[in-house]
Structure formats: structure tokens, C-alpha cells
Nanobody
Framework: VQLVESGGGLVQPGGSLRLSCAAS????????MSWYRQAPGKERELVAD????????NYADSVKGRFTISRDNAKNTVYLQMNSLKPEDTAVYYCYFRRWGNDYWGQGTQVTVSS
């Protein structure tokens, strides 16, 4: 099983980024996929998740209306489109799923929102 995030970087407040998580080693379309983030000195928190078929999504209140999670099951990839970014969105963003009681995390991608 492998989850590889990409797309992070430095962006000004109000800007946008799209994160990608390429998955391999499991039946991607069968699992809910999630994005978490962890800011310095804070606990890791759920940002958004999406069901296997992509029909249902869930967002943290802090990102509702600004972030959109989506997936392409043909490409085994889940995305996080982040718009209207704020300095408080600065964190390492992780891709995650759970299978058979085991947690799987990507290595994370840094997002820094600063002028």
C-alpha cells in the first residue's frame, strides 16, 4: 500500500492550490479517502473525506465553502482543491484511509500560506 501526496507549496493569502494523492496497492474505489492536516504545535485534524464512489463528502467547518475533495477512481487519485487560502491553513497535509483496522498515511505535503 502506498499513498503519495503532491501539490503543496507556498501561496499568498487568497490563493489556491490543488493537492493530489496517488494511491496504489489496494482497491482504491472500495475505500473512503480522507485528507488530514497538522499545523505546528497542533493535533492532526480531519479536513475532508469522500466515499469510495465519490457520492458523499464531508468537510471540517473551517474549510467548508473553500475546499473541495474529489477523486478519480480510474487514476487511483484523490484531490483537494483549496481556494481562498488563509494563513491558518498552513500545515502539513496528509492523505489517509483505513482498511481492516489498519491506518494508512501518506508522507505529507507542506502547505504554507503567507505574504
Amino acid at each position: 500500500v502506498q499513498l503519495v501526496e503532491s501539490g503543496g507549496g507556498l501561496v499568498q493569502p487568497g490563493g489556491s492550490l490543488r493537492l493530489s494523492c496517488a494511491a496504489s496497492g489496494f482497491t482504491f474505489s472500495s475505500y473512503r479517502m480522507s485528507w488530514y492536516r497538522q499545523a505546528p504545535g497542533k493535533e492532526r485534524e480531519l479536513v475532508a473525506d469522500i466515499t469510495g464512489a465519490g457520492g458523499s463528502t464531508n468537510y471540517a467547518d473551517s474549510v467548508k465553502g473553500r475546499f473541495t475533495i474529489s477523486r478519480d477512481n480510474a487514476k487511483n487519485t484523490v484531490y483537494l482543491q483549496m481556494n481562498s487560502l488563509k494563513p491558518e491553513d498552513t500545515a502539513v497535509y496528509y492523505c489517509y484511509f483505513r482498511r481492516w483496522g489498519n491506518d494508512y498515511w501518506g508522507q505529507g505535503t507542506q502547505v504554507t500560506v503567507s505574504s
